[in-house]
């Protein structure tokens, strides 16, 4: 019970397939109690719910900054406190340079990276005042490697952003307490997979990693537990591969 | 106490049985006693073993050792290091390679040995200590010691993907500066603060935060994990010239 009397925000959490609500889950299981943030309202209700009455969903789209702020105050005259913020919102994009149009490039940076922009501003003041707080952002291997499975440049783009937006909160935070670290996972057998690829093609992508299978959100949401834990305490600014050994090969 | 036995200490109230190796064979005895004695007197908790990882017939002989007498490895922590620090215009070439021997050699030598007996249980878990000087050049004269913790880091990334289809994950950690009796002896009062201003946390880290870090790679939550180095560092790599 790790987590024992702690406040969570998971964003981008309402997929009951995905890494967001197996972390929000794992989250739960340490103890703490969970707010689960997501563009989609009764989604974000319904998984909420289905954790345990004690944790709340909300709608939220991060891409909008005086909605974060208004989310985040909720949070707090519900429950008193916030001590952790997964930054998890995001989506995923394929085209390829050319086949990228204006809006596909502003869908994913926006959700992504100006999504942790703004949910982190929101609830940084509330951490300081407290002297204490850990944030993680989701990159991913595409940062690293160029995206080339199921993410375009901007994808790629958009999660470096996000793994460097870490580091620089992480720099920033330190003297108030605050910790930022990122995790990049691989290939993560979730809801963002259908329709892009078959079992075929994951047999096929999973024959190239060294630990020879993708991912499950479970290996994310440990991740996850461990870098907001007091497990990690000196961790900071860091980028973990939670990718099978796919950022070497 | 160090890295190596607060991560001994860590392991054994995980519940594993500890084999403490050092070069200084009365201090892993002491070591293996305080595990058994903290253990409720089990007394097969820890057990202490003779261990230089400069030297390859030594290494044979301890892995030897480990096979006939508890028949299975299942997890190594590559602890053992030396580091000493001359200007590199005038650096020691017998320092440097017995830098390289002793960090980098002796790593390989102990993870080949312990992996060939992890392999029969297709699960096993490296972990290799490194160096945020593995990365980046801390201060100066850490020719030797910088180079060879780079090495670990990319010897650990050459395990991770040949020894992945066993069902074995390698890991570095990179440590930033930790309050030790290795750094106790190696830094100045001067460096001490100058570095401790480097980090964004301002602080050294604790033997114990090293140890976390250990004991999550060899979990069975870090499963997806290989081939990493992991700063545990209070923000140094993360961070540019401070000050400025």
């Known amino acids: ?67 974060c702020k208004v989310v985040v105050q909720r949070v707090l005259d519900t429950f008193g406190r916030i001590d952790i913020l997964v930054n998890n919102a995001g989506v995923s994009q394929s085209h390829r340079l050319m086949d990228s149009t204006q809006a596909d490039y502003d869908l994913v940076m926006d959700a992504s990276v100006r999504g942790a922009f703004n949910m982190s501003r929101a609830v940084v003041p509330h951490m300081r005042s407290r002297q204490r707080g850990a944030i993680v952002c989701m990159g991913s291997v595409a940062a690293q490697r160029g995206g080339g499975i199921l993410g375009g440049p901007h994808y790629a783009a958009a999660k470096g952003a996000i793994q460097t937006l870490a580091k620089a909160m992480a720099r920033e935070l330190a003297p108030d307490g605050i910790r930022a670290n990122a995790i990049a996972p691989g290939m993560v057998d979730t809801d963002l997979l259908v329709g892009k690829i078959d079992d075929a093609g994951k047999r096929r992508v999973a024959d190239g990693i060294p ?36 950022h070497i090969h | 106490m160090g890295i190596g036995a607060e991560v001994c200490e860590r392991l054994a109230a995980a519940g594993h ?14 070591t293996a006693l305080r595990l058994r004695e903290s ?4 007394i097969d908790r820890a057990f202490a073993i003779p261990l230089d990882v400069g030297r ?53 030598l102990c993870a080949q040995a312990a992996a060939r007996l992890m392999v029969r ?31 670990v880091i990319a ?37 001490r603060e100058a570095y401790a201003k480097a980090i964004p946390m301002n602080r050294y880290g604790s033997t114990a935060e090293i140890a976390s870090a250990v004991l999550y790679l060899v979990s069975e939550d870090a499963s997806y994990i290989s081939g990493v180095a992991l700063p545990v560092d209070g923000g140094f790599l993360a961070s540019g010239a401070r000050g400025l």
Request: hydrophobic fraction near 50%.
């Open chain 1, 1 to 67: 019970m790790q987590l024992i009397d702690q406040v969570a925000i998971v964003t981008g959490g309402a997929s009951l397939r995905g890494i967001g609500w197996a972390t929000a889950k794992r989250f739960a299981d340490g103890g703490a109690r969970v707010v689960i943030l997501d563009i989609d309202a009764a989604a974000a209700v319904q998984t909420a719910r289905a954790i345990g009455p004690q944790h709340l969903g909300l709608a939220c789209d991060v891409r909008d900054e005086a909605v």
């Open chain 1, 211 to 246: 630990l020879g299978r993708l991912a499950v959100p479970a290996d994310i949401a440990n991740a996850c537990l461990f870098l907001v834990s007091d497990q990690s305490a000196y961790i900071t600014g860091a980028v973990l591969d939670v990718s099978g050994g796919m």
């Open chain 2, 17 to 30: 049985q500890v084999l403490v190796a050092d070069l200084d064979i009365v201090a892993a005895e002491a």
């Open chain 2, 39 to 42: 253990g409720g007197h089990a």
């Open chain 2, 56 to 108: 390859p017939e030594s290494i044979a002989q301890a892995f030897d050792h480990v096979d006939r007498t508890f028949g299975r490895c299942d997890i190594l922590v590559n602890c053992a290091g030396i580091a000493k620090v001359f200007p590199f215009l005038d650096f020691p070439l017998d320092n440097f390679l017995e830098t390289m021997n002793v960090n980098v050699t002796g790593t390989l």
């Open chain 2, 121 to 151: 249980r297709r699960w096993g878990r490296i972990v290799n200590i490194a160096s945020v000087a593995g990365l980046r050049a801390v201060g100066s004269g850490r020719t030797a010691y910088g180079t060879s913790k780079g090495a």
């Open chain 2, 155 to 191: 010897l650990t990334r050459q395990m991770a993907v040949e020894l992945a289809e066993h069902g074995i994950t390698a890991n570095a950690v990179a440590p930033g500066p930790v309050d030790t009796p290795m750094t106790r002896a190696l830094h100045t009062v001067q460096f």
